[in-house]
């Protein structure tokens, strides 16, 4: 059962233009959203975040949505940019004691051509 | 600070053999966080480290598996008479463990690559 969906599993854009990456969750507990950026061989880095007491979270060229309602959150990069390729994860954890292990969805690979 | 490190990189075993991958967290990180990748999927969660104290264990570990933080600093992740499932990278994380506040982001190694023949 996934509790973290990301239902694209690829996406292509063009250099310059937004990059949109949507994640879509099931578990109304979970209080803490992360983005991750992971290339090949490597472990994931981390990109930003957003507490589930705002809606929208800004840093740089990334902006990361939530709609709590709707169990949805994006992230947007904008300008994308060739070097932005790679697989993004969307993970989310919940308070369950002092663990806040991760759920993770599956990725979306983004390609940025130039 | 140089960030979340991991050794070996890449280990080849022969199945039934024993292994051992260390990660060295940011220092002053009380949380530690062991990860299961396999191709297509996300990380998974094994085991978790608040300092040396281990407080909860995945069902995916299994008895072959085993963690320590002894001084709670390093971590030690053990799989004993490796199975050809348990090829996979294996991701060490650690974060600052805020009290009482759910912004605890982790922070990832570059992973350990274990391939079982």
């Known amino acids: 059962d996934q509790q973290v969906k990301q239902n694209s599993p690829s996406l292509s854009v063009q250099e310059g233009r937004i990059s949109i990456l949507n994640c879509d969750y099931t578990?109304?507990?979970?209080?803490?959203f992360l983005w991750y950026k992971k290339y090949p061989a490597e472990g994931p880095t981390f990109l930003i975040s957003?507490?589930?007491i705002k809606d929208k979270n800004e840093d740089g060229r990334f902006t990361v949505f939530l709609n709590k309602s709707a169990k949805h959150l994006s992230l947007h990069i904008v300008p994308s940019q060739p070097g932005d390729s790679a697989v993004y994860f969307c993970?989310?954890?919940?308070?369950?004691?002092?663990?806040?292990?991760?759920?993770w969805g599956l990725g979306t690979s983004l390609a940025v051509n130039p | 600070d140089t960030g979340v490190s991991q050794d070996p990189r890449h280990k080849i075993t022969k199945r039934g053999q024993n292994v051992t991958f260390r990660c060295d967290p940011i220092?002053?990180?009380?949380?530690l966080y062991w990860y299961r990748q396999t191709l297509g999927q996300g990380p998974e969660f094994l085991t978790y480290?608040?300092?040396?104290?281990?407080?909860?264990k995945s069902r995916l570990l299994s008895d072959r598996f085993s963690a320590e933080r002894p001084k709670g600093s390093f971590s030690t992740l053990e799989i004993q008479r490796t199975e050809q499932g348990d090829s996979a990278m294996y991701l060490c994380?650690?974060?600052?463990?805020?009290?009482?506040?759910?912004?605890?982001?982790?922070?990832f190694g570059p992973g350990t690559r274990l391939t079982v023949l």
């Open positions: 994380a650690s974060s600052q463990g805020l009290a009482g506040g759910p912004t605890d982001t982790q922070y």
């Open positions: 957003i507490s589930s």
């Open positions: 578990n109304s507990m979970f209080d803490y």
């Open positions: 993970a989310a954890s919940e308070r369950a004691g002092n663990n806040r292990k991760l759920i």
């Open positions: 480290f608040q300092n040396e104290a281990q407080l909860e």
């Open positions: 220092s002053e990180h009380n949380r």
